[in-house]
């Protein structure tokens, strides 16, 4: 953060909630995005990365966000948009998969 915004003014106190919100979703984005592009493929297991989970839970506890739920289903929402990726949430939120969408990990539960 470069500085603070100018909308963190006494005025805009009962938005405050939102904002947080909001940068909580750009949190998540980043956690998740910085987990995608440290999976790299070898030559032996190409889909390898994919069996791995994003940790919601752990992400949960040191945010504490509101809505979490919705949080996660927004940001899945996102990456499926990009296209070519589909997205599996855990049980209670716990865990995120992420994988290409003719590629599904062989880790992920049938539900």
Avoid at 48 to 57: G, H, Q, S, V
Avoid at 66 to 87: D, H, L, N, Q, Y
């Amino acid at each position: 953060m470069r500085g603070f915004p100018d909308k963190l003014i006494p005025e805009n106190l009962a938005q405050f909630a939102q904002y947080k919100y909001e940068r909580d979703v750009c949190y998540l984005r980043e956690a998740i995005y910085e987990w995608m592009i440290s999976k790299v493929p070898d030559e032996k297991s190409p889909t390898k990365p994919y069996e791995d989970t994003f940790d919601l839970e752990t992400f949960k506890k040191t945010k504490t966000p509101p809505r979490f739920s919705e949080m996660v289903k927004t940001v899945c929402a996102e990456i499926e948009k990009v296209g070519k990726w589909k997205t599996k949430i855990g049980h209670l939120d716990s865990a995120l998969w992420v994988y290409p969408i003719a590629t599904p990990p062989k880790s992920l539960p049938e539900w």
